[in-house]
Every structure is written in C-alpha cells, then in structure tokens.
C-alpha cells in the first residue's frame, strides 16, 4: 500500500515544514491551520485540474494568497509555504473525485498524526526546545568572539572584519530574541520554578550580559598594533579570546546533547 503510504506522509510532511522551535502554542495552532489548509487546498485542486482555466485560477489566486503570508512572520511564511507545497504536488493528478476525497482524508490523517507526535514528544521534554534554541545562541555568540579577535591579529583587514562583525551581531540577536520567545512564552518555565527552568534561565541571562559587554567594548585597534606589534603582546590576547570562544562552543554542544562537560572548564 505504497501509494497510501506516500499521501500521509505527504500529509506529515507538509505538518512538519511549519512546526520551527517556538511556544508549543503557536506550534500547535500553526499545524491545526496547516491540517485544515492543505485539506481544502488538496480538494480544490482535485476537482478542478481537470479544466485549464480553473487550474490557472487556482494557481494565480493561491500563489497571490499565500505568498502574501511571508508578511505576517516566520511561521506564517511556513504556513504559506506548505500550502503551496500540497499545491504544487497536486496540481497534476488528476482522479475520480472519490478518490480526491480519500487522498484529502489521507493527507489529513497524515498531518494529524505528525501533530500529535510533536505534542507528545513536547509533552515528554518540554525543555528540549529550549535546550536547543538556547545551544544555537551560545554558538553564535562564540563566532562573534572570534570576529572580535581577528582584530588583534598583524596585517589584519578592518573593513572586512568589521562587517563580518555586523553580520554576526544581528545572527545574535536574531538567536537571543528566538531564544526569548521560546523562553519567556513557555507557561512550564514561566509558572514553574523547576531547577532545569531556573538554571535555563540563568545560563541565558549570564550569556546576555557576555555578550553586551563584548559588542560595548571597543578599541582603536589600528592604535593598538601600532603600539604593541612590536612586543608581541596582541597575539596572546587572539588566544585567549579564541579559547573562550571555543569554551562556549562546549557549552553549547553539552547543552544541546544533555551530555555534562567531561572536564571542567579551563
């Protein structure tokens, strides 16, 4: 039963494009809308690719519709992306319209089933989303250390690092404000002060804090290496700034796996 294998999964994967880290409600209402969606799309599409006129109606008017979802944030440009995704996968088949209706019954059951999943997996770690938004924010903020200490190497060009630097700040704050979301949405961190809740909370504070003093501090690094190239001292400030970045690099990789640092930090 291949064929039927196929469509429900269909239905899951279409679910899944739409489920990104986020607070398990918005998780949950954006597949229920996406179930409903991609169910009415399916049917509409079915009955009526079988005329050309109608086919190039619905292509016009969805692909208008739900490109304009992109408007409306991140989760509903998925939303918008997996309806057209049903489209696109649909708009050649062309069957009885009993068999439509059973496809669409598939694709449902199919995203219903993925939901589901998502929820009872939710249900089983609920602070593993964290864990692992929280984890991506560590790393970023480690690649901004080491942009910050290519600053201190000889011969070192500034107009490139200084825009690898502002593409790496907004990388960071981009991961800090998911990592908010996710963190201050969650009713189970919020209402409850459980001790991983608390120590989540704290290891992203204390991550904020580093990484504000890092962007506020600023030299006149052309200044620096025309003082100290010749002692050799800035080389040594690189190394330290590199080892601290990859210190957070463990950090966030234990974090991520739930596996404790096997040495303590140096």
Not at 7 to 12: E, H, I, V
Not at 189 to 199: A, H, S, Y
Not at 200 to 227: A, G, P, R
């Amino acid at each position: 039963m291949l064929q039927y294998g196929m469509t429900l999964s269909l239905g899951a994967l279409c679910a899944s494009v739409v489920d990104s880290p986020g607070p398990i409600v918005h998780r949950r209402n954006a597949m229920l809308i996406t179930t409903v969606l991609i169910t009415l799309i399916y049917i509409i599409v079915g009955l009526t690719n079988s005329n050309i006129y109608f086919t190039g109606i619905v292509i016009a008017c969805f692909s208008f519709v739900f490109s304009m979802f992109f408007l409306y944030g991140l989760r509903a440009a998925a939303i918008g992306t997996a309806s057209l995704l049903i489209m696109v996968l649909s708009i050649d088949d062309i069957r009885p319209w009993t068999e439509v209706l059973f496809s669409a019954l598939l694709i449902f059951a199919g995203s219903i089933w993925y939901t589901l999943l998502s929820y009872f997996f939710y249900r089983l770690r609920p602070y593993r989303i964290v864990q692992q938004t929280l984890s991506d924010s560590i790393h970023s903020v480690s690649e901004f250390l080491r942009a910050k200490a290519k600053f201190y190497r000889q011969n070192t060009n500034y107009d490139d690092n200084y825009a690898d630097l502002l593409q790496l700040q907004v990388t960071v704050h981009e991961k800090q404000d998911a990592v908010r979301e996710v963190l201050f949405k969650t009713r189970e961190i919020v209402r409850e002060t459980t001790p991983e809740g608390r120590f989540l909370l704290l290891v992203f504070v204390d991550m904020v804090d580093l990484f504000e003093q890092v962007m506020s501090t600023y030299y006149n690094y052309k200044q620096l290496h025309e003082q100290f190239d010749a002692s050799g001292i800035l080389i040594h400030y690189e190394s330290v700034i590199i080892r601290i970045a990859d210190e957070l690099d463990d950090i966030a990789f234990s974090l991520k796996t739930g596996v404790p640092l096997a040495y303590p930090l140096r």
